[in-house]
């Protein structure tokens, strides 16, 4: 496998003042809470979103491992639907490892690509964070991920406070 160089931004909404939200981009889109989410739907959208960018860390873990993660209560996964077909995720985490809640992982199918649902998703995301409580919000997203990502990110109200590098095995 090649090793790449890795470029990680961590970003950071510090308050509901901050946040820019978007309108649904398209009136067919709607996102639901999976209030019970299986492992085996959570590994479809996992899977799915994260093929394109090299997303590995979540699909070697077994199914008690990924029941017991998205059963916490600090875990929100809410699902984004256009005319009933899943087209991305966001998931959550009121129990990350810095203050505030965590948008541990965001992102569209690529056939959803280009429509506008990634600003729509984000937003209903970091409204669910802010309306939960959240003082902060906060993200990280690297040089792997979507060209667009950063850019979403910002336009939102998501300002960058650290980065690092790494090299990085990708398949």
């Not at 901050?18 to 299986?38: D, G, K, N």
Request: charge should be negative; include cysteine; charged fraction near 20%.
């Amino acid at each position: 496998m090649p090793v790449v160089i890795v470029t990680t931004t961590y970003l950071e909404i510090p308050d509901r003042a901050a946040f820019r939200p978007a309108l649904r981009a398209e009136p067919c889109a709607q996102v639901i809470e999976a209030e019970e989410p299986l492992p085996d739907f959570y590994r479809f959208l996992y899977g799915t979103v994260g093929r394109a960018y090299s997303w590995t860390d979540r699909l070697s873990w077994s199914d008690e491992r990924l029941y017991a993660h998205l059963a916490r209560p600090g875990v929100t996964l809410l699902v984004l639907y256009v005319l009933g077909t899943p087209a991305g995720y966001i998931e959550l985490d009121r129990d990350a490892h810095e203050p505030g809640t965590e948008v541990a992982y965001f992102g569209l199918f690529q056939a959803f690509h280009g429509r506008g649902l990634g600003k729509y998703l984000l937003s209903v995301g970091v409204a669910r964070a802010f309306a939960e409580g959240a003082g902060r919000v906060w993200v990280h997203t690297c040089s792997l991920d979507g060209p667009h990502a950063l850019a979403n990110y910002q336009a939102r109200g998501f300002a960058p406070y650290k980065t690092t590098t790494h090299e990085q095995s990708v398949p």
